[in-house]
């Protein structure tokens, strides 16, 4: 799959900006001092006033940015646990509803920067590489721009802190932002990490390369013939199947189509929590 890049000519009205920038600074202050110093940060995009007629909305999105403070490495709605043993390192975001999809985009990759704001974006603009591990829920309380930040159907993006680091200040609480869409680049191959019980058998499959994302998967004993199996939540799949004292085989079928095989990845005397590795995209 080809992902454009980003092309945009953007005239804004800086006046405008400046006064809704003021507006969101002070909701996101308010709710740092109800929370407490470990809260989100809340960064969201101004609705900018439009005034080029160069403007492709595929590959320029206005979105909205949150830090999470350290959750983001270690949990989140995909499943993979710890970020750092699912070869994810700090590098992490958690989507909205819009581009959650149900947890069907999970492993994505995005490559993004800071845009159009002078006091808050590194200079030089940087871009920064993230996986999709979580998944940021609605406020529906709340309007799209006061709060309901990943609310439908808002493209809004919660960072880590130490992605957010890269592209931003840490002390900003609202920033522009451009993104697209990339390929994952992993060294090595995907990991099936083994979980469930002796007629549930559960999977999750982490490190995938490409497109990052997983639309379907089958796993095969010795005593079987291809099983396909079932999204539970997140990157974890499972079957009713008692699939114990046999050697597994996975086949993972990526979001563009592609189909990959991986025979043999766990021996016969496979444990519940053990993760093996098989070929990578």
């Known amino acids: 799959m080809h992902y454009p890049a980003s092309k945009t000519i953007v005239v ?16 996101a ?19 900018h006033e439009l005034m080029a007629l160069d403007f492709d909305p595929s590959s320029w999105c206005k979105n909205c940015i949150c830090i999470k403070q350290g959750s983001l490495i270690t949990e989140g709605a995909c ?5 750092h043993k699912a070869s994810y390192g700090k590098h992490s975001v ?31 603009s940087p871009s ?4 999709t591990t979580d998944f940021c829920p609605p406020n529906y309380g709340l309007s799209v721009d006061y709060g309901g930040w990943c609310n439908f159907p ?18 900003a609480d609202i920033i522009p932002v ?59 799949w499972h079957c009713n199947v008692n699939l114990q004292h046999q050697p597994l085989s996975f086949e993972v079928t990526s979001s563009t189509g592609k189909t990959l095989a991986s025979y043999n990845v766990a021996p016969s005397n496979w444990q519940l929590g053990q993760t093996f590795q098989g070929k990578q995209f």
């Open 79 to 83: 499943g993979y646990g710890d970020l």
């Open 154 to 171: 808002r493209q809004h993006f919660e960072l880590s802190q130490p992605a957010f680091s890269e592209i931003a200040k840490t002390k």
């Open 12 to 27: 804004l009205n800086l006046h405008q900006q400046q006064q809704q920038h003021e507006k969101s600074v002070n909701i």
């Open 178 to 236: 451009q993104y697209k869409r990339v390929k994952c680049e992993r060294s090595v191959g995907m990991k099936f990490t083994m979980s469930g019980s002796s007629h549930f058998y559960q999977v999750l499959i982490t490190n995938v390369g490409q497109e990052g994302e997983v639309f379907a998967v089958k796993v095969k004993g010795s005593r079987t013939g291809w099983i396909p199996m079932a999204r539970n939540w997140g990157m974890n």
């Open 128 to 131: 920064v590489i993230v996986t």
């Open 94 to 124: 958690g989507l909205s509803t819009t581009l959650f999809n149900r947890g069907t985009t999970c492993g994505a990759c995005y490559e993004i920067r800071c845009v159009d704001h002078i006091l808050w974006c590194v200079l030089g």
């Open 29 to 47: 202050m308010n709710f740092k001092q109800t929370h407490g110093k470990d809260a989100l940060y809340y960064l969201i995009t101004q609705k």
